[in-house]
Nanobody
Framework: VQLQASGGGSVQPGGSLRLSCAAS????????IGWVRQAPGKVREWVSC????????YYGDSVKGRFAISRDKVKNMVYLQIDNLKPEDTGVYYC????????????????WGQGTLVTVSS
């Protein structure tokens, strides 16, 4: 199982980014993919997940309505569209995998990518 996150950058408040997670060595039909972020000096926070079997999506309360997770099973890619970015969205965003079903506890994800940095400031 390998994961590689990309797409981070520096944006102004109100801007948008699309993060990508390239998955290899496994099928998205068998693994749920989550996004977890870590703000400077803070603990990691689970933000979203897409389940394996039927692609059901889940979001943390702090990002509902602004984040959208999706996947392309042909390309084995998972995406996180982030709109209306806020300074508190700043942090390193990781994609992570766990078997089959989503979990809002980031500790339950077994495999992790290297993270991509998102910085939101004016």
């Amino acid at each position: 199982v390998q994961l590689q996150a990309s797409g981070g950058g520096s944006v102004q408040p109100g801007g948008s980014l699309r993060l990508s997670c390239a998955a290899s060595g496994f099928s998205l039909d068998l693994y749920a993919i989550g996004w977890v972020r870590q703000a400077p000096g803070k603990v990691r926070e689970w933000v979203s997940c897409i389940s394996a079997r039927d692609g059901t999506t889940y979001y943390g309360d702090s990002v509902k309505g602004r984040f959208a997770i999706s996947r392309d099973k042909v390309k084995n890619m998972v995406y996180l569209q982030i709109d209306n970015l806020k300074p508190e969205d700043t942090g390193v965003y990781y994609c992570a995998a766990r078997q089959r079903v989503c979990n809002s506890d980031w500790l339950q994800y077994s495999d992790w990518g290297q993270g991509t940095l998102v910085t939101v400031s004016s």
